[in-house]
């Protein structure tokens, strides 16, 4: 294993405090914990919250800020934050419109953040929670934990973020976040594993000339591995299981080409390059589109497409300022 | 059947018992799930033991529900919150005794079971640790009921637990990451059915 950190043991503090130490007006670290807020607190609006394992950078404790989150809590590399830790970040941005959690699905991650939101409603606190589900690799059926939250939760924040920044009440920002989720899908692909730091081995293994269609996050296994291909018939493999889930036709999209840690932006625009001509030749219309790091996974090489159908109220969202230290509209 | 004192010791074999088999939980993860059952469990109960001796003087309630915090706090992942529930609720279900007989066990032990279907929206047949727990709740409270003696209560106990991590090798686990890979998941015994097992062995060898 070869990687810039000082001890296993200290990775997600030390990443939190360098980006703190980067970014002081817009963010602040709690004493208790590796949890983000708002360097200023804002009042008069629903708070927003988010996290899950580290090893995501810069999800998610890059977008705290205006018009983003609140706060953002970061566990273990790739294993969810436990529930105290959640509470606490809830109870320093609570307001009195209350608190809307954004959480991936996965089975760890759900429970914590429910744990966390029990513990805030016995103080009175009023808590709402959305799950994102927007991994299209993965079936969803009721056998299984249901789809995997990947990129796509990025809008989440963007647009529940922008909304609450109206002074919105909670059942309306919640509304808004529901709605992202009901019309974002995404998928991915590895060309190399990354490593767990406590782990100190590849999480799976991919020879020289394969990849791994429909990969999660967190390296979990997609729907299948196979030779590598040039990046346009990728990325129309990808495209085509995302376009079969939900009906794009006659839609304007958000896109987003997210890099999963390790790929070069010029792969990622070459990427897009096919991207904008196919939905363009299929008759989508594409309103905006984001090409970057968003939500990687470690040194992993590889990325996700993430396709956002939007409708007016969407779009001005989508537009509202955002100044966070990841995301700045 | 046991009071706050050797409850205190049971924890810390426990304890020890998972920190012997933190490898092995881990590697029966990393078949299935995310390979950190064993790592996360260590964890957390390295983190029960340090809170052993302010244990000495409270009740077998106040005991498990700080276990269950100290477990919740430092386990992560998904049996944080399924470990720290199920201690928490054996610990309210009891409440402040200094002694539990064998029906207290029972009962705290049916809360725990309880807790755990909510905390995970699960139940038995899907490859958990509710594959162990339940099974050998059912042996136990049979056998409790007929011969009111705890100690043959719980061999039955660890009986039907072992057959029933056996059984989750059967079948196809539908929660959790394991269920991401479907079918793929028949053939491996489940880790979490695997530690709930190991528990209950070691309260068996200690009384």
Redesign the interface.
């Known amino acids: 294993m070869k990687k810039l950190i000082n001890c296993v043991e200290n990775v997600e503090r030390e990443m939190i405090e360098g980006l703190v130490k980067a970014y002081p007006n817009h963010v602040r670290k709690l004493d208790c914990g590796n949890v983000v807020v708002r360097a200023h607190k804002k009042e008069g609006k629903v708070a927003l919250i988010s996290g899950g394992g580290s090893g995501h950078e810069p999800a998610h404790g890059g977008y705290v800020g205006e018009g983003m989150l609140d706060c953002a809590v970061a566990?273990?590399v790739?294993?969810?934050?436990?529930?105290?830790?959640i509470y606490e970040g809830i109870k320093a941005i609570a307001t009195d419109k209350g608190v809307l959690m954004v959480v991936k699905n996965?089975?760890?991650d759900v429970?914590?953040f429910?744990?966390a939101a029990e513990m805030a409603q016995a103080d009175g606190i009023d808590v709402q929670y959305v799950v994102t589900n927007d991994d299209v690799a993965?079936e969803n059926s009721l056998?299984?934990?249901g789809r995997r939250g990947v990129a796509g939760t990025v809008f989440v924040h963007k647009i529940a973020g922008a909304k609450a920044e109206t002074g919105a009440d909670l059942n309306e920002v919640h509304r808004v976040a529901q709605k992202v989720v009901d019309n974002v899908r995404s998928m991915g692909m590895a060309l190399t594993p990354c490593t767990v730091p406590?782990?100190g081995k590849p999480?799976f293994e991919l020879n020289e000339d394969e990849m791994e269609i429909g990969i999660?996050i967190?390296g979990?296994?997609g729907t299948h591995k196979e030779k590598i291909k040039s990046a346009d018939e990728i990325a129309v493999t990808l495209l085509d299981k995302i376009l079969a889930d939900i009906d794009y036709n006659d839609k304007e999209v958000a896109v987003m080409i997210n890099g999963s840690g390790a790929t070069p932006l010029m792969e990622l625009f070459i990427v897009n390059n096919k991207v904008h001509d196919y939905l363009t030749e299929k008759g989508i219309k594409i309103y905006k589109t984001f090409v970057g790091n968003y939500m990687t996974s470690l040194e992993m090489a590889g990325f996700s497409i993430s396709l956002l159908r939007l409708d007016d109220e969407l779009k001005e969202l989508l537009d509202a300022k955002a100044d966070t230290p990841a995301f700045k509209e | 059947m046991t009071d706050s004192k050797k409850l205190i010791d049971i924890i810390q074999k426990i304890s020890t018992q998972i920190q012997m088999d933190k490898d092995y939980l881990t590697e029966l993860d990393n078949v299935i799930g995310d390979g950190d059952h064993g790592i996360n469990m260590a964890r957390g109960f390295k983190e029960v033991e340090k809170k052993l001796s302010d244990f000495s003087n409270k009740d077998i309630g106040s005991i498990l529900k700080a276990v269950g915090m100290a477990l919740v706090s430092t386990v992560g992942g998904a049996s944080g919150p399924l470990y720290g529930t199920a201690f928490m609720r054996a610990g309210a279900a009891i409440g402040a005794k200094n002694e539990m007989d064998g029906n207290d066990f029972l009962n705290a032990m049916e809360a725990a079971i309880e807790g755990i279907k909510m905390r995970g929206k699960s139940h038995e047949g899907e490859k958990t640790m509710l594959d162990a727990l339940i099974p050998a709740y059912n042996a136990m409270k049979k056998s409790y009921e007929e011969n009111n003696d705890f100690k043959a209560a719980i061999s039955k106990g660890v009986e039907a637990a072992e057959k029933g991590v056996e059984y989750t090798k059967t079948i196809i686990a539908t929660k959790g990451r394991a269920s991401y890979l479907g079918e793929r998941s028949i053939g491996h015994q489940d880790p979490g059915a695997t530690s709930a097992c190991l528990m209950l062995k070691v309260i068996q060898s200690s009384l």
Do not use: I, L, R, W
Request: charged share 10%; aromatic share 10%.
């Open positions: 566990g273990a790739f294993t969810s934050p436990t529930p105290d830790q996965y089975t760890g429970m914590n429910e744990m993965v056998y299984t934990t406590a782990a999480g999660g967190h979990e296994p």
